[in-house]
């Protein structure tokens, strides 16, 4: 039988700095969750067949989203999650200093449909 091990969210946003790179701290059949610190302006992107929750953790994040053909805004802070569900347009704006954990399948990249810098490398949700 596997150990169980817990995890510290605290000692995991302590123990890195980069921005818009999400780090994988547990598995859940497909699904991962990951930890991600962001500031500022991310990408305008979509996920064409995945969901994602956003829950933040410090900090604060406005979600743009376009739908119908007009953008809409939500922002929310500690405590607060946003479910994006499958193929709507998105843009996450964050405060300084925002962490969240992410709740989305484990193969996700994080820029969606788009390439630049910021793309991370999708994990096996197999490990």
Same mark, same amino acid.
């Given at each position: 039988?596997?150990?169980?091990?817990?995890v510290?969210?605290?000692?995991?946003? #302590?123990?890195?700095?980069e921005?818009?790179?999400?780090?994988?701290?547990?598995?859940?059949?497909?699904?991962?969750?990951?930890?991600?610190?962001?500031?500022?302006?991310?990408v305008?992107?979509r996920?064409?067949?995945?969901?994602?929750?956003f829950?933040?953790i410090a900090?604060?994040i406005?979600?743009?989203?376009?739908?119908?053909?007009?953008?809409?805004?939500?922002?929310?802070?500690?405590?607060?999650?946003? /479910?994006?569900?499958?193929? #709507?347009?998105?843009l996450? #704006?964050?405060?300084?200093?925002?962490?969240?954990v992410?709740?989305?399948r484990?193969?996700?990249v994080?820029?969606?449909?788009v390439?630049?810098? /910021?793309?991370s490398?999708?994990?096996?949700?197999?490990?």
């Amino acid at each position: 039988m596997e150990r169980l091990k817990k995890v510290s969210l605290r000692e995991k946003f #302590v123990s890195f700095n980069e921005l818009w790179q999400p780090k994988t701290v547990a598995l859940v059949d497909d699904f991962a969750v990951k930890l991600v610190k962001i500031e500022g302006e991310f990408v305008w992107h979509r996920h064409a067949d995945a969901d994602e929750i956003f829950f933040v953790i410090a900090g604060g994040i406005r979600m743009q989203y376009r739908s119908d053909g007009e953008e809409y805004e939500e922002a929310f802070g500690p405590g607060e999650l946003l /479910r994006v569900p499958r193929g #709507v347009e998105h843009l996450p #704006v964050a405060l300084p200093g925002t962490e969240l954990v992410l709740f989305e399948r484990a193969d996700l990249v994080n820029t969606g449909d788009v390439e630049n810098e /910021r793309r991370s490398a999708p994990i096996s949700a197999k490990t």
